[in-house]
Structure formats: structure tokens, C-alpha cells
T-cell receptor
């Protein structure tokens, strides 16, 4: 059983389109995260939810909107996609928000904007 | 604010060589320290962690010791294998912010 699963694994789309990435975790964790990893492997936190409440909301264009329907799911919707959005997006989860708690990552969604 | 600095990569070694990847940190309070590994095409996995000064984390032949006096958490392995080729990330949590603070990652290439 995959602990943190993201869909789709690959997403190729045109500039200006709207797309969503889904994430589900079956670890029973209460905190979930979205990260963006650029081509140089630099990892940037975007959002975090704890018990469905937004607790981290970094400086990210408002074209990006997270939604957490329940503790096990955190989806990411992106409007009006731009070339600079091309990256790998990782979902992660942990029990508790930070402090001593390791995060478990999905395999990533590779987003390519044409 | 809190920060993590890792040595720049790529680090290229021959199989069976000794590995050190340096990591230093700046944080208020008493953070926990982590090493994560990212194999090609995969997500990050926790490799090891240490939660207090002088703790040693170890896993899969890798070790790192939490050194408060030098604010360091260097990753070491005595004899690397080709399968260790990956990107390694140092991270801290529990400083002034409950987020995980990430280093920039160090790419490791092991040649047979």
C-alpha cells in the first residue's frame, strides 16, 4: 500500500490552462504539505494543513489554491498555468506539525507547461 | 531566521570511498535535525534523524552526529555503493518555526 499517493504522476499541458493535482495519505497523519521542487532540486514549501486548517501559506501566486476535504486528502488547484510553473510538486504528510516529526513524501507530480 | 547550509554538489566518488556531506545550521532553541534522500525519479525519504545534542542518527550504513557546539550534522558513510547515488537533503525542525527548514540538497554520484 502506498503511504502518500499523488495523481497524476505526469502532467503536460498548455499555458493558460487550469489543472489539479490530488494527494491522499493512508498513514493516519493529521498534517499535509505541498512542496515545489525546481530543476536544481531546490525544495520550497508552499502550503501546509493541520486537521484541515491552513497553517502554512508561503508566498505563492494566488493562482495556486489548496483544498483539504479531510485529513487524509490535500489537493492543489492551479489556475492560468504559466511556463514558470513547470516543476515537480510533492505532497507530504506528518503526524503533528513539525517539531521532531519526519515527513513522508509522495513520488511527485511532474508538471510541464508547453 | 533559521537556516540550513549544505555543501554544494555534485559530489563524485568511486565505489567503496568514504563519504562526508557537510551540513551546518542556524536556529533558535533546540531543533531536531534530519537527513533525507531522494533517489532518481522518486520522492524524498527520511534517512536518519537526531533530536538532541550528541545524538547519533544512523541507517543503511549512514551516520550523522548532532553537534551543538559546531552547529553541524554532517552525513558520513564508510564505503559508498553505486546505489547510494541520489540527492541528499539536510533539514531542521523546531527552531523558531515548526516548519521543516531545508538545505539546498547535495547530489551524490558514485562511479563503479
Amino acid at each position: 500500500d502506498t503511504a502518500v499517493s499523488q495523481t497524476p504522476k505526469y502532467l503536460v499541458t498548455q499555458m493558460g490552462n487550469d489543472k489539479s493535482i490530488k494527494c491522499e495519505q493512508n498513514l493516519g497523519h493529521d498534517t499535509m504539505y505541498w512542496y515545489k521542487q525546481d530543476s536544481k532540486k531546490f525544495l520550497k514549501i508552499m502550503f501546509s494543513y493541520n486537521n484541515k486548517e491552513l497553517i502554512i501559506n508561503e508566498t505563492v501566486p494566488n493562482r495556486f489554491s489548496p483544498k483539504s476535504p479531510d485529513k487524509a486528502h490535500l489537493n492543489l488547484h492551479i489556475n492560468s498555468l504559466e511556463l514558470g510553473d513547470s516543476a515537480v510538486y510533492f505532497c507530504a504528510s506528518s503526524q503533528g506539525a513539525g517539531y521532531n516529526q519526519p515527513q513522508h513524501f509522495g513520488d511527485g507530480t511532474r508538471l510541464s507547461i508547453l | 531566521g533559521d537556516s540550513v547550509t549544505q555543501m554544494e554538489g555534485p559530489v563524485t566518488l568511486s565505489e567503496e570511498a568514504f563519504l562526508t556531506i557537510n551540513c551546518t545550521y542556524t536556529a533558535t532553541g533546540y531543533p531536531s535535525l534530519f537527513w533525507y534522500v531522494q533517489y532518481p525519479g522518486e520522492g524524498l525519504q527520511l534517512l536518519l534523524k537526531a533530536t538532541k545534542a550528541d545524538d547519533k542518527g544512523s541507517n543503511k550504513g549512514f551516520e550523522a552526529t548532532y553537534r551543538k557546539e559546531t552547529t553541524s550534522f554532517h552525513l558520513e558513510k564508510g564505503s559508498v555503493q553505486v546505489s547510494d547515488s541520489a540527492v541528499y537533503f539536510c533539514a531542521l525542525s523546531g527552531g523558531s518555526n515548526y516548519q521543516l527548514i531545508w538545505g539546498a540538497g547535495t547530489k551524490l554520484i558514485i562511479k563503479p
